[in-house]
């Protein structure tokens, strides 16, 4: 499986942003999808998680209310959407997918993308 995220940038704080991840997999809705971030000089976060229908959904404390999480699985896709941007949700943000449940484990994904950039502006 090959990820590819985009869709971050430089906002300003309250603004938002939705990042997408692209994903090639021939049976993408089997996978649970994830999205993580890593901030300069801290280790990996989970951000937000997707089951394989897009039923069941979980979130970090840190964003709840604020980010949801998405996909289209004819699309083989899943959407990141941010709101309210916080200079703390700077990072780079990386999606992941793993045959596992609703994981906010890292180790729980497999197939990892190269991420993307969000930087948030005071």
């Known amino acids: 499986v090959q990820l590819q995220a985009f869709g971050g940038g430089l906002v300003q704080a309250g603004d938002s942003l939705r990042l997408t991840c692209a994903a090639s997999?021939?049976?993408?809705?089997?996978?649970?999808m994830g999205w993580f971030r890593q901030a300069p000089g801290k280790e990996r976060e989970f951000v937000a998680a997707?089951?394989?229908?897009?039923?069941?959904?979980y979130l970090a404390n840190s964003v709840k209310g604020r980010f949801t999480i998405s996909r289209d699985n004819a699309k083989n896709t899943v959407y990141l959407q941010m709101n309210s941007l916080k200079p703390e949700d700077t990072a780079v943000y990386y999606c992941?997918?793993?045959?596992?449940?609703?994981?906010?484990?890292?180790?729980?994904?497999?197939?990892w993308g190269q991420g993307t950039e969000v930087t948030v502006s005071s």
């Open positions: 997707v089951n394989w229908s897009g039923g069941t959904t």
């Open positions: 997999a021939r049976s993408f809705s089997i996978y649970a």
């Open positions: 992941a997918a793993g045959r596992t449940h609703l994981s906010g484990n890292p180790i729980s994904y497999n197939f």
